[in-house]
Structures are given as structure tokens and as C-alpha cells.
Nanobody, 120 residues
């Protein structure tokens, strides 16, 4: 059974930082890639960043390139999304799901996600 659980969201001021975590278990440990996606109120879900778990290749949406970094800790079976210089437009529910670079297309399954709110 595929298990991916997101955490680490919160309220942050513009310019601040947050690190999201995606804990993998079960069948998720055999995935080719994992991606971070987000959905803001009234908007469609969009890909943020993906990581190839077999080759380490990464991809980023243009809107987050240079500000966000995807990484992994194999010992903890966890994928991270380090988010710096956050902007109000980054406000969304963030999800992790199977997806691989370069196209970073996520088809689910979708968990509960973790809320990120960027506001002064």
C-alpha cells in the first residue's frame, strides 16, 4: 500500500522560510519519483517540484525556481521541500505524490496535504 504523508506547513510572513516533509512508507519506497504539488483556493492543482529517486534528477516550476529546493533523506524515507523567500502567491495546500522529472505530472493518490499560508 502506498503511503505518503505531508507535514510542516504553517503561517509565515512574506520573505520567510518553511520546510515541508513527505514521509514515505509501504509501496512508496519503490517509487521512481516523488513530486510536490500545490493547490490554492479557486485554482487548479499545479506541480511545484519533482525528484527522480533513482537518478536524483530534479525539476521545478518556473515560479519557484531559485527559491525552493527538493531533497531526500533515505534513512528517514522522507522527501523535503525547502521553501525560501516565500510570497503570498505561495499560499496553498501542498501535497506529495508519485511523479517524476522532467514533466512532473502527478496523478495521485492525494493525501490530506499540508497548508502553507504566507501573509503579513
Amino acid at each position: 500500500q502506498l503511503q505518503l504523508v505531508e507535514s510542516g506547513g504553517g503561517l509565515v510572513h512574506p520573505g520567510g522560510s518553511l520546510t515541508l516533509s513527505c514521509a514515505a512508507a509501504g509501496a512508496a519506497l519503490d517509487l521512481a519519483g516523488i513530486g510536490w504539488f500545490r493547490q490554492a483556493p479557486g485554482k487548479e492543482r499545479e506541480g511545484v517540484s519533482c525528484l527522480g529517486l533513482r537518478d536524483g534528477v530534479t525539476s521545478y516550476a518556473a515560479s519557484v525556481l531559485g527559491r525552493f529546493t527538493i531533497s531526500r533523506d533515505d534513512a528517514k524515507h522522507t522527501i523535503y521541500l525547502q521553501m525560501n523567500d516565500l510570497k503570498p502567491d505561495d499560499t496553498a495546500v501542498y501535497y506529495c505524490t508519485p511523479a517524476s522529472p522532467p514533466h512532473c505530472l502527478g496523478k495521485g493518490p492525494w493525501g490530506q496535504g499540508t497548508q502553507v499560508t504566507v501573509s503579513s
